[in-house]
């Protein structure tokens, strides 16, 4: 269910509204109401009650001027010592018109609780006096009704007691100096019930310097006044006085202020209850009443502060501790329709500011807030941080007036505003804009940043707070947390460090940054780090070659298996003309100037279309950040320890995003194929492409993945399938053997032919066929007609040279049998001419045997020998050094066990046996590592002896 928006349900004041209120009139100005020059606000004793909010500490001081005036004890003086705007001329204000009497106390919204709490039925009309420290001026006398007064004495008495109370003043006051405490005793007692309000004192006596008379009177004579009064206030039961007093030296002033302060201070201090009035919780309804005339539908206000306090309850880990606390929905409602951290940052950090008064400063802030927000028909269901219009003129104009020089360009850059970075962003991409989701986190680090300083330990706003304030009941947190991702990276002036957030005067290196970027150019710099990058990111694996962004000329054409990546600028696009295409098709038609002919061992990667742009972009702030820290390093720029690590955490991150956009972006494998059909010739050259995975955690496997997937690429190859490729395109009726080389070269070269690895597969191919008689025979070559070391149907080790050749297998099983019956003809010739050595040779294609004498030198492919004794087995043995071992070894293999291997038919055995004596023994750790070592190359024997 959509919750109702706050404008329907909390009605704001009509001056809110209209845009028509004045700044003057929320300072309260007492002297202006004692005029009876003020506002109606406040000067309407019955309005000012309406609109004003009795907090706790306000209902305890009526209390006691109630008491004091009824003569029911209560303090005789009450200072009011609060910070800047702390509202104590506000509260002063309230013991004016509830004294005064003007209207029946009934009508005072409040007062009558105060009464019945003190037992007490009618409050006795007061005589008032208010005495004004930025009024009145020490060495100015005023004309009372034709009489000159010149002290605060003065002062105080005509107004208590006309003519008559002045009189009693009138020495002192001519000369100067303070008329005592028995006369001021005599003029409170015969002037009773009364009220003395003093504001603003410590501004008024800071202006007598020491040692000169004013007509004023002296620095100490109105010390002198204020402990006499104080004094003799003591001893009049129905009089009371309220003063107020800055709380810190800073609000004092000058020197002479600081000192009035701590005089005044101390002599307050002996008789004086001081009183702080405004509590931060207690400011919600304060100004809610100042700001707000009613709430409509307090059902309505409860359900919408419900589901916020829910809303939190369900996001626990995101949010600060205290939303989870069940006093923070009754913080809701007291707030209401403002949200408490619109408070919080307003109390407890705008607050720090030297010019902003607490509570005028935000009735002052929060009535231009609301005013345009009702303008603009704001229909959201609090007013939240995020929510403060800062594009509005006036409302930035007012929240920067507290704030340093600078702002402005901040918030019109960074901020708020159809200028704004966060504006675009929100623009271009609907998932942010729907919600408003970079305006709103951004206004809410302004509110909560812009106050602090750069000396402050700690800075800026956590995240679970940017996310209270900006984030409203059904949205999703993770949105709201990619969008402030996306302000770390774009906006100038934002800062962030340990999971807080600010923003600041100074641009951050993020400015510095961007401009730095216009520096690098495609192919000078972006295109050679791209290839760097991704050549320390490949392992060669399958390929015996991986060509980044190399030309035509500089790609080999040989047999083996090469990968080529072309680059940015020659981008793959499923969709119309691609340039990557046509340059894949330039290198696999040519090498350089001359005509390439191993076409099938290329296969290409080639990046995707609509991401190059975001990889050099990405690429350029790489560079960037890399020459700022470079640059940090060599001292040629300045930077604080937090922009330094900012700096070193901006290029790791860079870093990782450009891995990242590279796998990304070069996700096209691309892999030239033609189709053919025996006696239909050959189609036009198509392109094949296939996406790889960028989430694959190994990029070179990813690539054999999609490879051996889709068939690109040939890791194993049944000897049935090289069967058929022979009689599709090399076996001919009148042809029955092939060269086994030209078939593989075959292979690398034509396009419809399948893409082996390598000859090793292809010789593997032809040895796991080689027993079986439904595929091929072998011969190592063709001499007059007859094939040379024929074989067929038995395992057979090939050699891979110009002399193999592979025989259709009807044709090798007609050549074996007649090879079978050269044989058998033999033997029986051999018989009859009592056993001479003899040879027998099968012509190729089934012809009569031809017998040739074994002396010159003819091969045996078959027939037995008699006569002579044949050697058919070789037994070698060698002690090879410890430490040459290994080259030893080699040299064994190459010179020794080659000759075997290479031979036709012959089995070889090597066995290793090694002997290791120590005489103190061999420890633990080496006969673990040895005895691991032996399992894994799987030793048939390996033990460790005791020693005799």
Excluded at 137 to 148: C, L
Excluded at 211 to 228: E, Y
Excluded at 323 to 349: C, G, K, M, N
């Amino acid at each position: 269910m959509a919750l109702r928006p706050w404008r329907e349900i909390a009605a704001p004041h009509e001056d809110v509204l209209r845009g028509t209120f004045q700044q003057a009139e929320f300072a309260a100005d007492l002297s202006r109401v004692h005029a009876g020059s003020a506002s109606a606000e406040y000067q309407n004793p019955a309005l000012f009650f309406q609109r004003t909010f009795i907090t706790e500490g306000m209902r305890l001081l009526l209390d006691s001027v109630v008491r004091r005036l009824s003569g029911k004890g209560g303090d005789p003086v009450i200072q009011l010592q609060t910070a800047f705007g702390g509202g104590k001329t506000h509260t002063m204000l309230a013991v004016y018109h509830m004294a005064k009497c003007e209207v029946p106390a009934s009508d005072l919204a409040g007062i009558p609780a105060i009464l019945d709490a003190a037992g007490i039925t009618e409050l006795p009309r007061a005589r008032i006096a208010v005495l004004d420290g930025i009024k009145s001026s020490p060495n100015q006398p005023v004309q009372r009704e034709g009489q000159t007064i010149r002290t605060l004495w003065g002062d105080l008495a005509w107004q208590l007691g006309k003519a008559e109370g002045y009189a009693l003043v009138a020495d002192a006051d001519a000369s100067g100096t303070s008329p005592g405490k028995a006369v001021l005793e005599t003029l409170l007692a015969r002037c009773a019930p009364c009220v003395i309000l003093i504001d603003e004192l410590v501004a008024y006596v800071r202006q007598f310097e020491e040692g000169k008379t004013l007509t004023g009177g002296t620095f100490d004579s109105n010390l002198s006044f204020v402990q006499a009064l104080t004094e003799a206030l003591k001893a009049v039961p129905t009089a009371v006085l309220l003063a107020s007093l800055p709380e810190s030296d800073k609000e004092a002033g000058s020197q002479r202020g600081v000192k009035a302060l701590a005089s005044l201070s101390h002599y307050f201090g002996r008789v004086q209850a001081l009183w702080k009035p405004v509590a931060t919780e207690e400011a919600f309804e304060i100004v809610r009443r100042r700001l707000f005339a009613s709430i409509n539908d307090k059902g309505a206000m409860e359900s919408v502060c419900r589901a916020f306090a829910d809303f939190y309850t369900a996001h626990r880990d995101d949010l600060p501790a205290e939303t989870q606390e069940s006093r923070y929905f009754e913080r809701l409602v007291h707030a209401y329709p403002i949200h408490p951290e619109v408070f919080d940052r307003l109390y407890e950090d705008w607050s720090t500011l030297d010019n902003f008064q607490r509570t005028r400063g935000v009735l002052k802030m929060m009535a231009k807030v609301i005013h345009r927000l009702w303008k603009d028909g704001n229909n959201d269901p609090l007013i939240m941080p995020g929510n403060l219009p800062l594009y509005d003129a006036d409302v930035r104009n007012e929240v920067i007036y507290y704030l340093p020089q600078g702002w402005d360009p901040v918030i019109e850059r960074d901020v708020d505003g159809e200028r704004a970075e966060t504006t675009e962003i929100e623009n271009k991409d609907t998932r942010f804009g729907s919600v408003q989701a970079c305006r709103r986190a951004a206004r809410t680090i302004f509110l909560g940043s812009a106050p602090s300083t750069t000396n402050q330990l700690v800075r800026g706003i956590e995240l679970e707070r940017v996310i209270l304030g900006s984030i409203q009941p059904g949205q999703q947190i993770g949105l709201f947390k990619d969008a402030l991702k996306r302000l770390t990276d774009r906006l100038h002036y934002l800062n962030h460090a340990n999971n807080r957030f600010w923003l600041d005067t100074r641009p951050n290196l993020r400015r510095e940054m961007e401009e730095r970027k216009r520096r690098f150019q495609d192919r000078e710099d972006v295109f050679p780090t791209v290839r760097e990058r991704m050549q320390r990111g490949f392992a060669s694996g399958v390929f015996g070659g991986i060509h980044v962004f190399t030309d035509s000329g500089d790609v080999p054409d040989d047999w083996a298996l090469r990968l080529v990546v072309l680059p940015p600028d020659a981008a793959f696009s499923k969709s119309g003309q691609s340039l990557g295409l046509d340059r894949a098709t330039e290198i696999l038609k040519k090498r350089g100037d001359q005509p390439r002919f191993k076409q099938n061992r290329l296969i290409f990667l080639a990046a995707d279309y609509d991401s190059v742009s975001r990889l050099k972009d990405h690429v350029r702030s790489l560079l960037a950040w890399r020459s700022i820290v470079a640059d940090y390093k060599d001292n040629r720029i300045v930077l604080d320890n937090l922009m330094a690590k900012q700096a070193n955490a901006s290029l790791e991150q860079a870093e990782e995003t450009v891995r990242r956009m590279i796998r990304e972006t070069y996700k096209w494998l691309l892999a030239p194929m033609q189709e053919a059909r025996p006696g239909k010739g050959l189609s036009e050259l198509r392109w094949e492409h296939f996406p790889l995975n960028p989430g694959a955690p190994n990029w070179s496997q990813e690539i054999e993945r999609v490879l051996k997937e889709n068939e690109l690429l040939i890791i194993e190859w049944a000897p049935i399938h090289l069967a058929k490729v022979l009689k599709d395109w090399f076996w001919k009726d009148d042809i029955k053997e092939t060269s086994a080389l030209n078939v593989w070269q075959q292979s690398c070269q034509q396009l419809y032919l399948p893409r082996l690895k390598d000859d090793t597969v292809f010789q593997m191919t032809m040895a796991a066929g080689a027993e079986s008689r439904d595929f091929f025979g072998f011969a190592q070559g063709k001499e007059d007609g007859r094939y040379v070391g024929f074989s067929y149907g038995k395992r057979y080790s090939p050699i891979l040279d110009a002399s193999l050749l592979l025989i259709e297998p009807v044709a090798a099983a007609a050549y074996m049998e007649a090879l079978r019956a050269a044989e058998e003809a033999s033997r029986g010739k051999a018989a009859e001419t009592g056993g001479g050595t003899a040879t027998a040779t099968v012509p190729a294609g089934g012809g009569t045997p031809l017998a040739e004498d074994s002396a010159k030198g003819g091969y045996a492919t078959g027939g037995a020998t008699a006569g002579q004794a044949i050697k058919k087995r070789f037994y070698g043995s060698i002690e090879l050094d410890p430490f040459l071992a290994k080259k030893q070894f080699a040299d064994l293999v190459d010179e020794v066990v080659q000759q075997f291997t290479m031979y036709p038919g012959v089995k070889v055995k090597i066995a290793i046996e090694i002997q290791a004596e120590s005489a103190t023994g061999f420890d633990d750790g080496l006969q673990r590592a040895v005895k691991e070592n032996c399992n894994v190359l799987k030793f048939k024997n390996a033990e460790f002896e005791a020693g005799e």
